[in-house]
Structure formats: structure tokens, C-alpha cells
């Protein structure tokens, strides 16, 4: 086969790229653009559907960690949060957007990597048994 014959994937839509972002059952679909503008989260601020300060820090540490202070002045992202709580939302859009981040550059993928930030969160709920309470608490025992 020569090289004329292989066909290499285009993207289609440039300008923008994407990370698929895990954390319990929760999923974010992240679009990254590489230009100025805001972030949304189902449509709405991302500062106002994680009002708290802590989420606001910690949904712009992968941005930090690459050494981008204002992530707002270089690009802009839509995301789509589906599944679970804020919390694991949080992690997943966390995990989105460092997996979209680690497309840019490999440079950006190595410090997303040493900071453990493209590493999925594994653990999940574990699953109710039968003959007890809740996944691992039994009933009360009677000796008599």
C-alpha cells in the first residue's frame, strides 16, 4: 500500500478538541475551543451550575497544572453533563476537559499524566447483596 492510498482522518470541524470525561456513572462530553469565550455546562455558566468556590478551582486545575491561569482568554468549551451527582459531574468534567487539554499538546498530556488528572476514578458504587442490609452491612445478629 502506498502512501497516497492511506486515508488519514480529517477533522471535519477544526478548531476544537474533545474529551470524554468519567467519574461513577456520571459522563461529560467536553468540545474545547482554541478561542477566547465562555464555558457551559448543559447550556448554562459554568460558574453558576458549580457555584461553589472549591468547584471552581477544581474544574480549572487541569488549566493551572498546564500552566494556563485564565482559561477564559484562550478558550471557550461547551459540555454536556449526563448521570449521577455534582460531585462526580465535577470529576467527570475534570477528566473531560484534561483528556481534551492532553490532545493539544504531548507536552500538556505528560503534566496532566504526573498529576494523576487523565487517570479514570475506577471506583463505583458496590452493589446491594441479598440476605443483607446495604452492600456489605448485615442484619442485627441474636445469639439467643
Do not use: C
Amino acid at each position: 500500500m502506498t502512501k497516497d492510498n492511506v486515508d488519514t482522518k480529517v477533522n471535519v470541524k477544526s478548531g476544537f478538541r474533545s474529551g470524554t470525561g468519567r467519574r461513577k456513572t456520571a459522563v461529560a462530553r467536553v468540545f474545547l475551543y482554541l478561542e477566547k469565550g465562555e464555558f457551559t455546562v448543559n447550556g448554562v455558566d459554568v460558574e453558576e451550575y458549580f457555584p461553589s468556590e472549591q468547584a471552581s478551582l477544581e474544574w480549572q486545575k487541569p488549566f493551572h497544572i498546564v500552566g494556563i491561569s485564565h482559561p477564559g482568554s484562550k478558550f471557550s468549551a461547551t459540555v454536556k453533563i449526563v448521570g449521577s451527582g455534582k460531585s462526580a459531574q465535577l470529576g467527570a468534567l475534570v477528566h473531560g476537559i484534561s483528556r481534551a487539554l492532553a490532545q493539544i499538546d504531548p507536552e500538556y498530556s505528560l503534566l496532566l499524566h504526573k498529576n494523576g488528572l487523565l487517570t479514570r476514578d475506577s471506583r463505583m458504587v458496590e452493589r446491594k447483596k441479598y440476605w443483607l442490609r446495604k452492600a456489605r452491612k448485615s442484619p442485627q445478629y441474636s445469639k439467643r
